[in-house]
């Protein structure tokens, strides 16, 4: 069984530029999650879908972060315009449904830095 | 109210045993998941404990709950070189949509 793949694996741009991620889950996987990892810091929700509907946009930077899930499969999280305190790893996730039993299976991120 | 606090550090010989611990606030959190990452690698899931048990074993790990204390530990018998990682301890609030809420990390480190 394929994993969950990510890509780029590394991007680096300037301030106030646009980046922007895209995540394929495990096939047949119904709910996608986009993480942010600050270094140092464990992995924050920033937005989960269910199929192509948004369950929980809650911690989204709406301002400046986008994301999108067409069809129900792949995924695109985007920034613009980036700020400084927008490097970190983007990890993306998927699982069957959104049962607490279900695990959650992760992709291996993307590290974005921004000078 | 949601916090999930770790040490940031543990460091301990190979074949030992080592204990992390966890503490969460989320009283009705339904479960409780460890989770171990590598260097340039996402998160690979160790082992969940379920709020209505105390005890869960899966060959060398261990996981123990208190929820009057609201704490969770791993337990890793016999720690290998290959165990050196970030262990991230995290809790999912009883909403229905599987969300998780992540400690910090606790880097393991293993030295012969």
Redesign the interface.
């Known amino acids: 069984e394929a994993g969950v793949a990510q890509s780029p694996r590394y991007k680096i741009i300037e301030k106030r530029q646009s980046v922007a991620f895209w995540c394929n889950p495990i096939s047949g996987h119904a709910t996608l999650y986009w993480y942010q990892q600050i270094l140092g810091q464990g992995p924050k929700l920033l937005i989960q879908f269910q199929n192509n509907g948004v369950v929980d946009d809650s911690q989204l930077p709406k301002d400046r972060f986008s994301a999108e899930r067409l069809k129900g499969v792949d995924s695109t999280l985007k920034i613009q315009p980036a700020k400084l305190e927008d490097s970190a790893v983007y990890l993306c996730a998927s699982s069957w449904g959104l049962a607490g039993e279900n695990e959650q299976y992760f992709g291996p991120g993307t590290r974005l830095t921004v000078t | 109210g949601e916090d ?1 606090e770790q040490s940031l550090f543990l460091s301990v010989r190979e074949g030992d045993s080592s204990v992390i611990n966890c503490t969460y606030t989320d009283s009705s959190s ?2 409780l998941y460890w989770y171990k990452q590598e260097p ?6 160790l082992t ?1 404990i ?1 709020s209505n048990m105390d005890m869960k074993q899966d060959q060398r790990l261990t996981v123990l709950l208190n929820k009057k204390d609201k704490h969770l530990s791993l337990r890793i018998a016999d720690t290998q070189t290959g165990d050196s990682a970030i262990y ?1 301890c ?1 809790e ?1 609030p009883p909403d ?10 606790t880097r393991l480190a293993v030295h012969p």
């Open positions: 999930v339904t479960y340039g690698a996402g998160l690979q899931l969940y379920f991230f995290a999912s229905g949509y599987n969300k998780l809420i992540f400690g910090a990390g």
